[in-house]
């Protein structure tokens, strides 16, 4: 460090040198010139002399005051030498201002005046110039790798950044910016911090910066968005860090930058999960899951196969997803002894066969519908695979003595004014109060929507901007609870952990997104423009859809876990002999497709269905619904 700071000092000193010495060769060379580069008369000697001794000063703050000093005429651009002439200009000014008040330019030819900052221009600016040619044509780095670059936080990920950018080369960082006005001035490694977030634009045409890079992992969503309106008005791209991994730890490498995602703009804090539990719990299991190729099924199957199960047993009904995992899986763990099965999760028979051969121990129920207006229209299939297609997975795990099965629910389960959060809700209480009944421990995890995930709008959205729009939103005041399909999956695994049977673990979502807004970012993020390049449209709220997602239901007192990104949601009773009986009248319903039979007897089994209550408006605020309360 110390032998880095005197290497830094030293090139300093010679460059402030340098230009010093330009000053009096600059303007002895326009005295020289003046008398076609003959002999210098007396008179004009002593003129020379006064003007070098006023200029040598008045140089030397202009130099310290504009920073031509800190310069680094490796990567010299257009602003640096615009710099160049604004303090060649300053000094000239200053130093014929002293020379005209204490010598009334006495012995110096005006024609002086204007060919010393001219030649004092090109002695300060050629070097630099050359110095940069001749390096480019030597070392060859193409325009990408010398690309300047404007650093967002000057906190320890920026440090840390500047240090790795200092040792790649591959970008020139030209200056901080920091939301901190206390750094303002401050200077990293030779760098100043030279503003905050409003100075951005300005900073970036001052330095010719042609990338803005976020160095703050905990951005605030206001800040980030405030800056990707910036970068997409001055046409620049934006990259960041990623963000902490779920260990907690920043990763800073100038070569993982990324562009921002949506998923930063949601500001959720990040998730740390306890990985040695989670791996403790997982070590040497044979793990099944059903719907293993779908969203969060092939993610539940990509973290599982990292913590060294004996197997891993994947079920899907769709031979291209069961494929697409299947290739994954067996290019990044070799050693995994791996299991695809094309198996639907209603198929008794297929099931029965599957369990008593495979034997697993862990069980995640992931295979589900789960587009909200299809299955309004398909009824029948929403209750035979989200309500008897769990009934039979938890009876063959039942009656094989699994060790644990996990149903992946949602958000939609909670008060549900459409069958599919209907049909998810009939599954949690079957689960919930099944868990009485076996030695296998039942348990329920319930979250809002997941980025990315197959059906969701992020997708959608992602796909109407490539075709150049129009967005369509169903209502401006839609909201929804939004994470990621890692973050989800970590959740889920965290909470098969904790587990002891009959919980329903509730995924702390954070804030509720505007979908709109939502919208408007993605346009951004794309680098255009909300309704001037990409048109917005409201279409109206489709079958079954509500303005407000709710985590949990009125009578569900949450109550606080070990991890504070997991809740768990009380218990709610009810008698089984009804509910068996209810779930064979659903089943004898579904098999003679009586489809307006359906909602009735849906409703019987959660009486908090309802499918024609008004999705308009918000939870009332004395209602209980949608506010977490904390048991203790």
């Not at 900073?203 to 042609?210: H, L, N």
């Not at 099965?405 to 599954?427: C, E, H, Q, W, Y």
Request: proline share 6%; with cysteine; charged share 20%.
């Amino acid at each position: 460090m110390i032998f880095e700071m005197w290497g830094q000092i030293r090139n300093r000193i010679a460059v402030l040198l340098h230009d010093l010495l330009w000053v009096p060769v600059s303007l002895f060379l326009a005295f020289s010139l003046r008398f076609n580069l003959g002999p210098i008369p007396p008179e004009q000697w002593l003129g020379f002399l006064w003007m070098a001794g006023c200029a040598m000063p008045v140089f030397t703050a202009a130099f310290w005051f504009f920073g031509l000093y800190r310069g680094t005429w490796r990567f010299v651009s257009i602003s640096d030498l615009m710099r160049l002439f604004k303090t060649v200009a300053l000094g000239v000014l200053g130093t014929a201002l002293l020379v005209f008040l204490l010598r009334r330019f006495e012995g110096v030819p005006r024609s002086v005046l204007i060919l010393f900052p001219v030649l004092l221009a090109l002695g300060l600016g050629a070097p630099r110039l050359v110095y940069r040619w001749v390096l480019d044509r030597r070392i060859g780095f193409s325009p990408m790798e010398r690309q300047r670059a404007l650093i967002v936080g000057a906190g320890r990920a920026g440090e840390m950044l500047l240090r790795n950018m200092k040792r790649t080369g591959h970008h020139v960082p030209v200056a901080f910016v920091d939301p901190d006005p206390a750094m303002k001035g401050k200077e990293i490694h030779g760098v100043r911090v030279v503003g905050g977030l409003d100075d951005i634009t300005n900073i970036v045409q001052r330095t010719s910066a042609g990338i803005v890079i976020l160095a703050i992992p905990e951005i605030r969503p206001e800040d980030l968005s405030k800056i990707l309106e910036i970068c997409v008005k001055l046409a620049i791209p934006c990259r960041t860090i990623p963000r902490r991994d779920a260990s907690g730890e920043i990763i800073v490498d100038e070569n993982k930058l990324r562009p921002v995602r949506i998923e930063d703009l949601l500001g959720r804090d990040p998730v740390v999960l306890n990985m040695e539990g989670i791996s403790r719990h997982l070590r040497g299991k044979r793990v099944l899951v059903t719907g293993g190729g779908g969203s969060i099924g092939a993610e539940l199957c990509r973290q599982a196969a990292a913590l060294e199960p004996e197997t891993l047993i994947v079920l899907d009904n769709s031979e291209f997803n069961l494929y697409e995992i299947d290739r994954h899986l067996t290019a990044n763990h070799a050693g995994l002894e791996f299991v695809p099965l094309l198996c639907d999760a209603k198929d008794k028979e297929t099931l029965e066969w599957v369990f008593a051969r495979h034997r697993p121990q862990i069980v995640f129920h992931a295979a589900a519908y789960k587009h909200v207006p299809l299955l309004e229209t398909n009824t029948l299939q929403a209750v035979n695979n989200n309500v008897m297609g769990t009934i039979t997975v938890a009876g063959a795990a039942h009656r094989h003595g699994c060790e644990q099965f996990v149903l992946i629910s949602t958000d939609k389960a909670v008060n549900p004014t459409n069958v599919m959060g209907a049909t998810k809700r009939a599954a949690e209480i079957y689960c919930q109060n099944f868990n009485a009944r076996s030695n296998t421990r039942f348990i329920t995890t319930r979250f809002g929507n997941v980025l990315g995930s197959t059906g969701s709008v992020v997708p959608l959205f992602e796909s109407q901007i490539a075709s150049g729009g129009p967005v369509t939103v169903t209502h401006p005041d839609m909201e929804r609870y939004f994470m990621t399909i890692p973050e989800a999956v970590g959740l889920i695994l965290q909470a098969a952990t904790m587990g002891k049977g009959g919980e329903i673990f509730v995924l702390e979502m954070g804030r509720p997104v505007n979908i709109l807004h939502l919208a408007e970012q993605m346009i951004q993020l794309a680098g255009l423009k909300p309704y001037r390049d990409i048109p917005i449209i409201f279409t109206g709220l489709r079958p079954g859809e509500k303005l407000y997602e709710e985590l949990f239901h009125e009578s569900e007192g949450l109550i606080g876990t070990s991890n504070p990104k997991l809740l768990l949601a009380g218990f709610r009773n009810v008698e089984w002999e009804w509910l068996e009986a209810e779930l064979a009248a659903l089943e004898e319903i579904a098999q003679r497709l009586d489809t307006e039979a359906l909602p009735a007897s849906l409703k019987r089994i959660v009486p908090e269905f309802n499918p024609g209550q008004d999705l308009s408006s918000p939870p009332g605020p004395g209602d209980g619904k949608g506010q977490i309360r904390l048991v203790k």
